[in-house]
Nanobody, 125 residues
Framework: LQFVEFGGGLVQPGGSLRLACVAAGFTLDDKAIGWFRQAPGKEREALSCNDNESTTYGDSVKGRFTVSRDNDKHTAYLEMSSLTPEDTAVYYC?????????????????????RGQGTQVTVSS
C-alpha cells in the first residue's frame, strides 16, 4: 500500500463528503491520480483521473464529484456532493507516474503503480 485514504464515514442522502488520498513518502508532482469505488456485489467503478493538466470523470459522478490536489501536501482530494445510497462503496485512489499523455487511459482501467486500501463511504438516513 502506498496511498492512505481518509475522510470516509456515514453521510445522509443529499449530503457531501471530502476524501483525501495521501501519498506515503513520495511526491505527486509527476503522478496521475485516479479514484475508484467498489460496492458489495458490484464491479469496481472508475470515477476520475487527473494528470495535473486535465481531469476525466465517469458518467455516474459528473457534476457531483470534483477532484483536486495539493502537491505540496502530497495529497489528492475527492469532493462528493448530492450523495445517494447508490454512492455507498469503498473508495480508493490509485496512481502512476505520468509517463505519457495517455496515462489516464491505463489508470481508468485500474492499471497503476500505487494504490491505497480504501475508505468506506455509507450514504444512509
Amino acid at each position: 500500500l502506498q496511498f492512505v485514504e481518509f475522510g470516509g464515514g456515514l453521510v445522509q442522502p443529499g449530503g457531501s463528503l471530502r476524501l483525501a488520498c495521501v501519498a506515503a513518502g513520495f511526491t505527486l508532482d509527476d503522478k496521475a491520480i485516479g479514484w475508484f469505488r467498489q460496492a458489495p456485489g458490484k464491479e469496481r467503478e472508475a470515477l476520475s483521473c487527473n494528470d495535473n493538466e486535465s481531469t476525466t470523470y465517469g458518467d455516474s459522478v459528473k457534476g457531483r464529484f470534483t477532484v483536486s490536489r495539493d502537491n505540496d501536501k502530497h495529497t489528492a482530494y475527492l469532493e462528493m456532493s448530492s450523495l445517494t445510497p447508490e454512492d455507498t462503496a469503498v473508495y480508493y485512489c490509485i496512481g502512476s507516474v505520468k509517463y505519457s499523455r495517455y496515462v489516464c487511459e491505463d489508470i481508468l482501467r485500474g492499471e497503476a503503480d500505487y494504490r491505497g486500501q480504501g475508505t468506506q463511504v455509507t450514504v444512509s438516513s
